[in-house]
Nanobody, 111 residues
Framework: QVQLVESGGGLVQAGGSLRLSCAAS????????MGWYRQAPGNERELVAT???????NYADSVKGRFTISRDSTRITMYLQMNNLKPDDTSVYYC?????WGQGTQVTVSS
């Protein structure tokens, strides 16, 4: 069993930045890919970014050039640096590893 806990969400003005964290209960990042997803009210959950065990990254077109996914050397915490935030980025952000999900952290971007 793996627990994932997100943190770092909040309210920010458009153009601002936030850094989300996802802490895992055990070292899993070098076992398989991890990802950040988001879900806005009334919308389906969508992929934001992924990082493989080898460190390769992939981003949704809507966040390319603004968001950066990374992890620390302990392979226990994953991050999502979000810059130049837009109101459309307002969502609950979740981290995922295979079938395991965190509880989510709310990001609200005001115009």
């Amino acid at each position: 069993q793996v627990q994932l806990v997100e943190s770092g969400g909040g309210l920010v003005q458009a153009g601002g930045s936030l850094r989300l964290s996802c802490a895992a209960s055990k070292r899993i990042f070098d076992i398989g890919p991890m990802g950040w997803y988001r879900q806005a009210p009334g919308n389906e959950r969508e992929l934001v970014a992924t990082i493989t065990a080898a460190g390769s990254t992939n981003y949704a077109d809507s966040v390319k050039g603004r968001f950066t996914i990374s992890r620390d050397s302990t392979r226990i915490t994953m991050y999502l640096q979000m810059n130049n935030l837009k109101p459309d980025d307002t969502s609950v952000y979740y981290c995922n590893w295979y079938g395991f999900w965190g509880q989510g952290t709310q990001v609200t971007v005001s115009s």
